[in-house]
């Protein structure tokens, strides 16, 4: 027995051709996304071709996993929209083919791109990552006059901290430029201030060429001259127009060793995140125990309490010797209180400065504990996607029945960055610790399965789920609405309306509609106890509905043009709207019972008994109009 057949072959021939294509225009997509955040690294390095192709190639590497969950997206879209589109899924369910089946050979072929995803990300994808990264981090120290930001120090430069507030990208020229250097150490600090200056690099790529103009320069004179150069002379203050500085820097290309990158979590497959997850735990217990100890120590030590007491045996010697401290401090000389009162101050500072630095600390730990958790996860809930994004996908496609790139694209654009919404909020929450990281990183994966699982079963069940008339239909009786009469006059007819008897039949529909007004009184509040717990039906209401279509029916086969425009005009009457919310008895007495709810309910049963009472006034008023010109 064959294990692909015809048919399975014809799918997979149509599916893996569009992922194919779909994969690598995501793929591009995403690389665009990533040039523009780097764009500003690239232009005006001078950057070797092969420099750049390794910068792509990294670059599609690192995105390659969250390409796939898109293409497969699109993909199946388009696939099993183009079937439906072209009948083939009719055909192939009418000949006793579930959907299920139909859809299974794309279902191995996406679970064997999810295992490839995984394999992808623990193998190939860290690597790609640490040579991305020594890449990326050896192009910003090649040309750093490129790399100065505005508004904030930069230290890139070896010795110097340069600040400028504005820098002009088309001319290259910096403005209102503050330099902080230590030439020979500490003590030959040199402050520069300068109106506007240039950094360029010089022919030989060895050197930094510095030219400032209008500024001043202070330098520290403290480790220079005689004694008494040094009591008389504190420091040096000169005043320039134009002055050039080479600053030795190789500004050669060269990739600096990837290896120095292997404790980012990035860069770790599977098993180097969990002995990374195990070392900063471990680490973690260790600080903090021996964070306890000292506090403990150092309690013990300022009580003035010898040996191996626990918490408990001091908390019960204090509560034996009760001290009034109020009293104590009041008693004690005035320079005694004041140095009490500075040491306790001394003590406070400290223990609160050396908390805060802990606190950092312990915070930057733990965000790494946290970021390597959220790597791990990471590789398993985009190989998860890709699965989520096909049971999307296809049954989507099956029901849409729209091929091409046009409503596809659409829908998998809006499916996707419903997913990177979710997913971005719950890692970013998860890294910053308001979230727990597991649910972070696999929020995405909670909120999205069951919205497959559910297109799954409503395309299996061939339900009609984008059925545009039946939400038209819901909306209209939600909110009240209703459709108008569009009779148009035919061209050809075969039997015309009986005139001698209509005439009659609508003066006494007419009458009728006249008693109904006049004995209902439909301007009142209904009665609110009847309306959810005693209901009947308005037989009345019916036979007046049931006799105007059939006035309606007869009269749209006359040939006058103003009888047609009467019977346009003729509204359609809702029998059960004015009486009751719902069909179902319990359903109208649990609403009844919900006094809020049911005080709404009620208000909109009082609407419909008006707009029943205006439609049988307009029903008079043109029954006598058809009457009139019926009879002409």
Not at 547 to 567: K, M, Q
Request: charged share 20%.
């Amino acid at each position: 027995m064959r294990i692909l057949k015809k048919l399975d072959i014809y799918i997979l021939k149509q599916y893996c051709l569009l992922f194919a294509g779909t994969f690598f225009i995501c793929l591009f997509i995403f690389m665009m996304q990533f040039l523009w955040r780097y764009v500003e690294d690239l232009i005006g390095k001078g950057l070797a071709y092969s420099v750049l192709g390794k910068f792509f190639f990294y670059a599609a590497m690192t995105l390659v996993p969250i390409s796939l969950p898109l293409a497969l997206l699109l993909t199946s879209l388009i696939s099993f929209g183009n079937m439906g589109e072209r009948l083939e899924l009719l055909a192939m369910k009418a000949a006793g083919i579930p959907l299920l089946r139909i859809i299974r050979p794309a279902l191995l072929f996406s679970v064997a791109v999810a295992v490839g995803s995984f394999y992808f990300q623990n193998v190939i994808g860290p690597e790609s990552a640490k040579q991305l990264a020594a890449l990326i981090y050896s192009m910003k120290q090649k040309s750093p006059e490129m790399e100065i930001p505005e508004g904030q120090f930069y230290n890139e430069i070896p010795g110097y901290n340069l600040f400028v507030e504005h820098k002009d990208l088309e001319t290259g020229m910096l403005y209102g430029i503050m330099i902080y250097t230590q030439g020979n150490g500490f003590d030959d600090t040199q402050v520069i201030l300068a109106d506007s200056g240039r950094i360029q690099t010089t022919a030989e790529q060895m050197h930094l060429k510095l030219t400032l103009y209008d500024g001043e320069r202070f330098r520290n004179m403290q480790n220079t001259g005689s004694a008494m150069d040094k009591a008389t002379v504190p420091y040096m203050r000169e005043t320039f127009k134009v002055e050039v500085d080479l600053i030795p820097f190789d500004n050669n290309f060269s990739v600096m060793d990837a290896e120095l990158f292997n404790d980012n979590a990035q860069t770790k497959n599977l098993k180097m995140l969990n002995r990374g997850i195990d070392s900063i735990s471990h680490y973690l217990d260790s600080t903090g125990h021996d964070q306890l100890h000292q506090y403990e120590y150092s309690f013990l030590k300022k009580t003035r309490l010898r040996g191996r007491e626990d918490s408990a045996r001091i908390a019960q010697r204090v509560a034996e010797t009760p001290l009034d401290f109020d009293t104590v401090f009041a008693s004690m000389p005035d320079n005694e209180r004041a140095r009490a009162a500075r040491l306790a101050l001394d003590r406070a500072t400290s223990g609160e400065s050396q908390t805060a630095m802990m606190q950092d600390y312990s915070f930057g730990v733990n965000r790494s504990l946290r970021i390597h958790k959220l790597e791990r996860h990471k590789k398993f809930t985009l190989s998860l996607a890709c699965l989520m994004f096909f049971f999307i996908g296809a049954p989507l496609g099956a029901i849409i029945r729209k091929g091409g790139l046009g409503v596809p694209v659409v829908v998998s654009v809006v499916f996707f960055i419903f997913y990177y919404m979710v997913n971005v909020t719950g890692e970013k929450l998860a890294k910053t610790g308001d979230w727990d990281v597991t649910f972070g990183l696999w929020l995405s994966t909670i909120v999205l399965a069951p919205i497959g699982a559910w297109l799954t079963y409503k395309a299996n069940q061939d339900s009609a789920v984008f059925n545009v008339e039946a939400y038209q239909r819901f909306f209209r009786k939600l909110f009240g609405l209703r459709l108008h009469r569009n009779i148009a006059r035919k061209e050809v007819i075969m039997v015309d309306p009986d005139t001698a008897r209509l005439l009659p039949e609508l003066q006494q529909f007419a009458n009728d509609c006249q008693d109904y007004v006049q004995t209902h009184h439909l301007h009142l509040m209904p009665n609110y106890f009847k309306v959810f717990f005693r209901y009947e039906p308005d037989t009345v209401v019916i036979n007046l509905s049931e006799r105007l279509e059939a006035f309606v029916d007869e009269l749209g086969n006359s040939r006058d043009n103003r009888v047609i425009a009467t019977l346009n005009q003729m509204p359609i009457l809702a029998p059960d709207a004015h009486t009751r919310p719902f069909r179902r008895p319990r359903l109208n007495v649990l609403v009844g019972l919900l006094f809020p709810v049911g005080i709404v309910l009620w208000i909109r049963i009082w609407r419909y008994r008006l707009r029943l009472w205006r439609d049988l006034e307009q029903l008079q008023k043109q029954c006598a109009y058809l009457i009139e010109r019926l009879q002409q």
